[in-house]
């Protein structure tokens, strides 16, 4: 068999894994986005897409999720192809998109008997800023999930995808990472990104536009989990809220 290094390739970056004797390629994935206002769902199958799904537009998780997902999985039954695992965006995110992405996540799973998947949602987020911008050797990624207000989700992260800073709410000013800004370039992305504009104005800071969590960049996340077989309990598996949840009262009943 096949033995691998401890380095995963996305595009002209190096995500560091550890040593593993086995084939990383050698399963059918379902995988599963819900985490912002896009809905998407895609399948692989050795490491290759065979299905994709996406509703760019959203939010419409309670309507398109189940129909994406019966898409995907007559897909993958038409084609006699056995499905070895889900894969769901686990958050910080939308409070309610998250939940139902799990919950679908879990139903799968509880249903066919197969392996559970959980994905940070900003290491989902930061995938195709490895594959499709060439960053420099010392770049830091931060990517950033609307969280209201000026306040976003955030990480930080090295090419490697290695943690710089845990993932975090901030409440954004023209003070925010400069601890990391005064030392390097910094890219920052996503939907909470683009608030940030006008408070973040260093040198050293970068904005890249257009990144959505998609679930078609999940692949070599959730493959790596199945080659280490790092797998969550579906049965109290929670998604990765951050903050809790506060409902807000219509303003007809106040």
Do not use: W
Not at 38 to 61: N, R, W
Not at 105 to 126: D, F, H, M, W
Not at 142 to 170: G, S
């Amino acid at each position: 068999m096949q033995k691998y290094t401890n380095i995963l390739r996305i595009g002209n970056n190096h995500v560091n894994l550890r040593q593993f004797n086995k084939l990383i390629f050698m399963s059918c994935i379902l995988n599963i986005e819900t985490s912002t206002s896009v809905c998407s769902v895609a399948a692989s199958q050795d490491g290759q897409t065979i299905f994709v799904k996406e509703d760019l537009k959203g939010p419409s998780h309670a309507v398109s999720l189940g129909v994406f997902v019966d898409e995907a999985l007559s897909f993958i039954d038409s084609h006699a192809i056995p499905l070895d695992a889900v894969a769901v965006s686990c958050g910080p995110g939308s409070y309610t998109g998250l939940r139902i992405g799990v919950s679908m996540a879990k139903g799968i799973c509880y249903g066919r008997n197969i392996p559970l998947i959980g994905i940070p949602t900003l290491e989902v987020l930061s995938v195709p800023v490895l594959l499709y911008h060439d960053l420099p050797e010392n770049a830091l990624l931060c990517p950033m999930i609307d969280a209201r207000r000026m306040e976003v989700y955030a990480a930080v992260y090295d090419r490697r995808l290695q943690v710089k800073r845990t993932v975090a709410a901030d409440i954004v000013d023209e003070n925010s990472y400069l601890e990391f800004l005064n030392e390097q370039p910094v890219y920052f992305f996503g939907n909470g990104a683009d608030k940030c504009r006008e408070q973040i104005t260093h040198p050293n800071a970068h904005f890249i536009d257009n990144i959505h969590p998609l679930a078609k960049m999940m692949f070599p996340l959730a493959e790596k989990v199945v080659a280490d077989e790092d797998y969550k309990d579906v049965a109290y598996f929670e998604p990765f809220y951050l903050k809790e949840f506060v409902a807000s009262m219509p303003k007809k009943l106040l």
